[in-house]
């Protein structure tokens, strides 16, 4: 066993915090299975041997977008032929009575008005009150607030009163000037997007947290992006979850290469053991694909979203996976990692206990 995974072990087991640079010599220590094992160690002891999935669904209202991010493929403008932008009613249409969550992200569209989007909310809500929505990106609260000219904290009270519960992690990319100016140059920063999730904590609105990874970024930019993460947990305890997501290479404009299983579970071991102050760490099945995700089970994460619906992000960017899973499916992807299925909510209450055989593992 190397000294930095001996280091890390003793930290642990005396609940001492692991500093930025411990976990970047464990980001370049090659020795996987002690690190995952490290990983599931704190994951079981924050929570045992259960996974929790949700059965969601995810709505893109548009896809038009006053941004030209490098590594979208999602995004595109209006006079192309693949532009699209979703009624009321066509939203409508994607909800039901049985899923427990809607995920709503979209392009930022310079046509439709903050009530447009703000309505989106409300109709759900009006329709379906049962239902949990998670919606906007801290990008599109910082567009809505610059068009209505109104602060942060205006425009989530009027979501949080129209319905909304939560905050997705989209839009934060990774928290590194150098990045941003490659690839983002017009999206929000990472001080923009922490003061909005601190806004919204304040607000009692609870949020996840991203990291785009496996682009252009180095491992140094990884840790700091999770040091920033860390640090406002501390101050808001407002993040549930953190979600890593392994880039889809898509057309190729920024790499042509797709992250390898093995980073993808070192990114996720190395979450769970940095980011003491997160309940959750999300195994995101649509950009590592089925295998690795449910691999991910044991190497720290304690969630894998979801059933989606339809996915169209990263398939906009040809990911592998399929667009939607049905619920069976994650619960036998979970069972195959030896873990014990159980649904939630979008703040992560246990909606129903699935006790099935118990898993020793
Ligand atoms: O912000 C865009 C990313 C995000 C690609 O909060 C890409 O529960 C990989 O944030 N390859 C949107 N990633 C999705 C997102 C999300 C997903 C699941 C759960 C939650 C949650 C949030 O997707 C964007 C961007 O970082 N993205 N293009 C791509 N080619």
Known sequence: MTHIIERIWKKVNQEERVSKEETLELMNCQEIIEIGKIANFIKEKKNGKRVTYVFNRQINPTNICVLSCKFCDFAT????????????????????????????????????????????????????????????TAVEIDFFSRREHCSIKEILLKLKEAGLVCLPGGGAEVFSERVRKALFPFKIGANRWLEIHQAAHELGIRSNATLLYGHIETHEERIDHMQKLRDLQDKTKGFLSFIPLAFQPGKGNVTKKQTSSIDDLKTIAIARIFLDNFDHIKSYWVTMGEETASMALNFGADDLDGTIGEEKIMHAADAKSPSFMAKERLEALIRSAKRNPMERDALYNIISEKKEESCAF
């Open 77 to 136: 403008k209006k006079n192309k032929e693949n532009a699209y932008a979703m009624t009321l009613e066509e939203i409508l249409s994607q909800c039901s009575q049985a899923i427990n969550e809607v995920h709503i992200v979209g392009g930022l569209y310079a046509e439709w008005p903050f009530e447009y989007y703000l309505n989106i909310v409300k109709t759900i809500h009006e329709n379906f009150p049962q239902l949990q929505i998670k919606a906007y």
